[in-house]
């Protein structure tokens, strides 16, 4: 077996009058996560892992935030791509681990949501998918509820 593994992070700010979209969920809370598509930390952080892994650029080269048609889409969309271009590589994923750093709402209960819709995108069972959430004890911005980051890693393999 052949493996690679590969590393992912995302921050977005937070600003009213735009939905809290997080792996492809939609999370009620005052603040959203500003961004040229959704926003979407989470799946951007594991776009990046995955692309890290099979070593075929990264998410701003693929989806330039200067591309009108990207304009408030769906962030599943690039792992939906993503994967296709992994696979095209002649690998499969292995498991993907991750982690949400945000001081509020509470994400636990959102978790078992956002695994199926991340592994929905990306074809694979539910269970290959970790998502964990963090909050950064009040302190930076993060900590303020100014903005919310996420850090991913991907396991990629090839027989
Ligand atoms: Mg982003």
Not at 14 to 25: A, D, K, M, R, S
Not at 117 to 135: D, F, N, P, Y
């Amino acid at each position: 077996m052949n493996f690679r593994v590969g590393i992912g992070f995302d921050l977005h700010r937070l600003g009213p009058n735009t939905p809290l979209t997080l792996g492809g969920i939609v999370i009620p809370h005052p603040l959203g996560l500003i961004g040229h598509s959704d926003g979407d930390v989470l799946c951007h952080a594991i776009t990046d892992a995955l692309l890290g892994a099979a070593g075929i650029g990264n998410i701003g080269e693929l989806f330039p935030e200067t591309d009108p048609a990207l304009k408030g889409v769906s962030s599943l969309g690039f792992l939906e791509k993503v994967v296709a271009l992994v696979r095209a590589k002649g690998y499969e994923i292995g498991n993907i681990d991750s982690n949400i750093l945000a001081e509020r709402p509470r994400l636990l209960p959102f978790f078992p949501a956002m695994s199926e819709r991340i592994a929905s995108a990306l074809g694979i069972e539910s269970g290959r998918i970790q998502v964990k959430a963090k909050t950064m004890e009040g302190l930076g911005e993060i900590g303020a509820g100014q903005a919310m980051a996420a850090e991913a890693v991907a396991l990629i393999f090839s027989k």
